[in-house]
């Protein structure tokens, strides 16, 4: 006897015999396997007919047409700028400054735990079960951003900054930093979702001791670092001129970097500090989206895959995507450097997949609790619906999911064990009420915050180029 899979078949039952068309495994995906999920982990994996005849006592559930797959890890977020992501369109570099300082410094702990939770959910909709807070600015108590991640269902890897030095270039007391830093890495023992993290904004934010005893705080504590590094032109020229040497060359100065650490961006680097990475075993978030529309360069991703340098893929609260961020993975890989030399495969689907996942999870320092479907592992899956025009007839999954796969297909996010999103929305808690606060809360809260836009909107920058906007540019026209 079997059963069709609906929201209520992860709720009857604390095992769970799950036997998916497909199934996808590190070395690339598979037929007539399952899994059986009890207590929040993969009790096992295995083929079909082994899973079946070792358990009798559970109804096996069929999930016929769809592939269950790791959830995806975004590996740099912040979660408190949902209400400004709608900000970052045509605006140049080091947004941070105008944009995101304002606004998070807006947020009193209601609305920063609203702005937490709509990241969380729309994370949660493009198929990430794991997302790594760098840390917020918003001056309240950093456990309102984990309440909302965990509110929500997702996993967090859950910055605390540790910025030592301000601006304008006043230090504080480091033992005040470091005592705030030990406290939040002990806050939450025992919690299922969130996993507490240090950060330090960027380098020029810390002092060399602190960036030092941060680093490895977070090495004994077996946690990770994550810190902002090479992302902007403007960031290395200020390094150069205060420190004569570049951000990464800073860490690498202060004895700050190893396996530890997350560096997030790392998109200008000379051969010298891609060496550096590789010998360090320092990981990377390779944040495709933000070069897009924030950056000033594409992080070699290929060559640190290349070079055996630990990277996963993240956001930097750009969309939260999943399936829209691999396929930005490889393209930027392809224009920024494939085209160059004539690399037509640019690390293939499998590549882009693996680092938004299980290589993911290794950067974040959770590659023994997610991003691979194993025994003993959690249980953050997703079911995805692969009878859709768009991967039929189907040839190479791997490269399918990577260039046409899209989150509508996500039938099931589970978390845990526990399903978290049935079709885009929770099925234990109001997702859409939470969207109409959002939009009304965070609209005032953007309006309030003293933000300094560049680019003008959309219908302003019409108007100002000469376009009609119905029939198109008024030069054109008229020049007939």
Same mark, same amino acid.
């Given at each position: 006897?079997t059963?069709e899979?609906?929201?209520?078949?992860?709720?009857v039952?604390?095992?769970?015999?799950?036997?998916?068309e497909?199934?996808?495994?590190?070395?690339?995906?598979?037929?007539?396997?399952g899994?059986v999920?009890?207590?929040?982990?993969?009790r096992?994996?295995?083929?079909?007919?082994e899973?079946?005849?070792?358990?009798p006592?559970?109804?096996?559930?069929?999930?016929?047409?769809h592939?269950?797959?790791?959830?995806?890890?975004?590996?740099?977020h912040?979660?408190?700028?949902s209400?400004g992501?709608?900000?970052?369109?045509?605006?140049?570099?080091?947004i941070?400054?105008?944009?995101?300082?304002p606004?998070?410094?807006?947020?009193?702990?209601e609305a920063?735990?609203?702005?937490a939770?709509?990241?969380s959910l729309?994370?949660?909709?493009?198929?990430f079960?794991?997302?790594?807070?760098?840390?917020?600015?918003?001056?309240i108590?950093?456990a309102?951003?984990g309440?909302a991640?965990?509110?929500a269902?997702?996993?967090?890897?859950?910055?605390f900054?540790?910025n030592?030095v301000?601006?304008?270039?006043t230090?504080?007391?480091r033992?005040?930093?470091?005592?705030?830093?030990?406290?939040?890495?002990g806050?939450?023992d025992?919690?299922?979702?969130?996993?507490?993290?240090?950060a330090?904004?960027v380098?020029?934010?810390?002092?060399?001791?602190v960036?030092?005893s941060?680093?490895?705080?977070?090495?004994?504590?077996?946690?990770?670092f994550?810190?902002?590094?090479?992302?902007?032109?403007?960031a290395?020229?200020r390094s150069? %001129?205060?420190?004569?040497v +570049?951000? &990464? =060359?800073?860490?690498?100065e202060?004895? @700050?970097?190893g396996? /530890?650490?997350? *560096?997030?961006h790392?998109?200008?680097?000379?051969?010298?500090?891609?060496?550096?990475?590789?010998?360090?075993?320092t990981?990377?978030?390779?944040?495709?989206?933000?070069?897009?529309w924030?950056?000033?360069?594409v992080?070699?991703?290929?060559?640190?895959?290349?070079?055996?340098?630990?990277?996963g893929?993240?956001?930097?609260a750009?969309r939260?995507?999943?399936?829209?961020?691999?396929?930005?993975a490889e393209?930027?890989?392809r224009l920024a450097f494939g085209?160059?030399?004539g690399?037509?495969?640019c690390?293939?689907?499998w590549?882009?997949?693996?680092?938004a996942t299980?290589?993911g999870?290794d950067?974040?320092?959770?590659?023994?609790?997610?991003g691979?479907?194993a025994?003993g592992?959690?249980a953050?899956?997703?079911?995805?619906?692969c009878?859709?025009? %768009?991967?039929q007839?189907? +040839?190479d &999954? =791997?490269?399918?999911?990577?260039?046409? @796969?899209?989150?509508? /297909?996500?039938? *099931?996010?589970?978390?845990?064990?526990?399903?978290?999103?049935?079709?885009?929305?929770?099925?234990?808690?109001d997702?859409?009420?939470?969207?109409?606060e959002?939009a009304?809360?965070?609209r005032?809260?953007?309006?309030a915050a003293p933000?300094?836009?560049?680019?003008?909107?959309s219908?302003e920058?019409r108007a100002?180029?000469?376009?009609?906007?119905?029939?198109?540019p008024?030069r054109?026209?008229?020049s007939?």
């Open positions: 006897m059963t899979l609906t929201p209520d078949s992860f709720t039952s604390d095992e769970l015999l799950l036997l998916p497909l199934l996808l495994l590190p070395g690339g995906p598979v037929r007539d396997h899994v999920v009890a207590g929040g982990t993969f096992q994996v295995g083929t079909a007919a899973l079946t005849a070792q358990n006592g559970l109804v096996p559930v069929r999930l016929d047409d592939l269950l797959m790791p959830g995806f890890i975004d590996t740099h912040h979660l408190t700028q209400f992501k709608a900000l970052a369109f045509g605006e140049p570099s080091e941070f400054r105008r944009v995101w300082v606004l998070e410094q807006s947020l009193d702990e920063a735990h609203l702005a939770k709509l990241a729309e994370s949660l909709r493009g198929g079960t794991t997302v790594c807070d760098a840390g917020t600015r918003a001056p108590d950093v309102a951003v309440a991640a965990s509110d269902g997702i996993r967090c890897v859950l910055g900054i540790c030592d301000a601006p304008d270039g230090v504080l007391e033992s005040a930093v470091m005592r705030r830093a030990q406290d939040h890495l806050r939450f025992g919690d299922p979702l969130i996993h507490p993290s240090l330090v904004s380098p020029e934010a810390g002092s060399d001791r960036l030092h941060v680093s490895r705080l977070c090495a004994d504590a077996g946690t990770v994550q810190i902002h590094v090479n992302e902007h032109l403007a290395i020229e150069l %001129e205060r420190r004569g +570049r951000p &990464l =060359e800073h860490m690498h202060a004895g @700050a970097l396996p /530890q650490v997350l *560096a997030a790392a998109t200008l680097l000379t051969p010298r500090e891609v060496r550096l990475l590789a010998d360090t075993d990981a990377v978030s390779y944040n495709p989206v933000a070069s897009a924030k950056g000033n360069a992080a070699p991703a290929t060559t640190m895959a290349a070079q055996d340098i630990r990277f893929i993240g956001t930097d750009t939260g995507d999943a399936f829209r961020l691999l396929d930005a393209t930027a890989q085209l160059q030399v690399d037509s495969s690390g293939a689907g590549t882009w997949l693996h680092h299980a290589g999870a950067a974040a320092g959770l590659g023994q609790v997610t691979t479907i025994a592992l959690a953050d899956f997703l079911v995805v619906d009878q859709v025009p %768009e991967l007839p189907s +040839r &999954l =791997e490269w399918e999911l990577v260039r046409l @796969a899209g989150r509508d /297909q996500i039938t *099931a996010v589970v978390v845990a064990g526990r399903l978290r999103l049935w079709r885009g929305w929770p099925p234990d808690w997702g859409r009420a939470l969207v109409r959002a009304k809360i965070g005032d809260v953007a309006d933000i300094q836009q560049v680019h003008p909107p219908s920058h100002r180029n000469g376009v009609d906007g119905v029939r198109g008024r054109a026209r008229d007939g």
